[in-house]
């Protein structure tokens, strides 16, 4: 991943206040990257960054929204890490609520175990990420390698 990275920030709606908090203390370092989010998530995180650089006369980051989480937004963001479009994930999901798209959502964060995407589902392993030197510096993650399994042998009989 290169030093400017596309971070990806989603949250459920009982942790909303909670990434907006999270946003509006950590803008300043924010706004060096690009963003992306889901649907709703997208449209805090915009109008959040937007007063901020307003107040501190920076230009605003452009924030891409995906569709709404339980509309597939998950989903879409888990493609985007398939495609190596996504260098961190910022998603604070809900523990004590189920979610009409709970299969959605454990996909996406099995997909970034298998990516080895740096993940944060609270404030302080996103406040850990946030404030580590790899945050603006180029960094490789280490994929460990499927060729075995896309390779193998396949039993039809
Ligand atoms: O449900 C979500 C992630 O699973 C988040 O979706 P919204 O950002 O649209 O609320």
């Given at each position: 991943?290169?030093?400017?990275?596309?971070?990806?920030?989603?949250?459920?709606?009982?942790?909303?206040?909670?990434?907006?908090?999270?946003?509006?203390?950590?803008?300043?370092?924010?706004?060096?990257?690009?963003?992306?989010?889901?649907?709703?998530?997208?449209?805090?995180?915009?109008?959040?960054?937007?007063?901020?650089?307003?107040?501190?006369?920076?230009?605003?980051?452009?924030?891409?929204?995906?569709?709404?989480?339980?509309?597939?937004?998950?989903?879409?963001?888990?493609?985007?890490?398939?495609?190596?479009?996504?260098?961190?994930?910022i998603f604070f999901?809900?523990?004590?609520?189920?979610?009409?798209?709970?299969?959605?959502?454990?996909?996406?964060?099995?997909?970034?175990?298998?990516?080895?995407?740096?993940?944060?589902?609270?404030?302080?392993?996103?406040?850990?990420?946030?404030?580590?030197?790899?945050?603006?510096?180029?960094?490789?993650?280490?994929?460990?390698?499927?060729?075995?399994?896309?390779?193998?042998?396949?039993?039809?009989t």
């Open positions: 991943m290169k030093k400017k990275k596309n971070i990806a920030i989603v949250a459920h709606d009982n942790r909303k206040k909670d990434i907006i908090e999270w946003v509006s203390f950590n803008w300043m370092e924010l706004v060096q990257h690009n963003l992306i989010c889901t649907g709703t998530t997208g449209k805090l995180v915009e109008e959040t960054l937007a007063f901020k650089c307003l107040e501190n006369s920076v230009v605003p980051p452009t924030v891409t929204r995906l569709k709404s989480g339980p509309l597939g937004g998950d989903q879409q963001l888990g493609a985007l890490i398939v495609n190596g479009e996504v260098d961190i994930l999901w809900d523990p004590m609520q189920p979610q009409p798209h709970d299969v959605d959502v454990k996909a996406l964060l099995r997909i970034t175990v298998l990516y080895n995407i740096p993940t944060a589902s609270n404030r302080s392993t996103a406040d850990f990420i946030v404030s580590s030197s790899l945050f603006h510096e180029s960094y490789q993650p280490i994929v460990k390698d499927y060729a075995g399994y896309i390779t193998r042998e396949v039993d039809v």
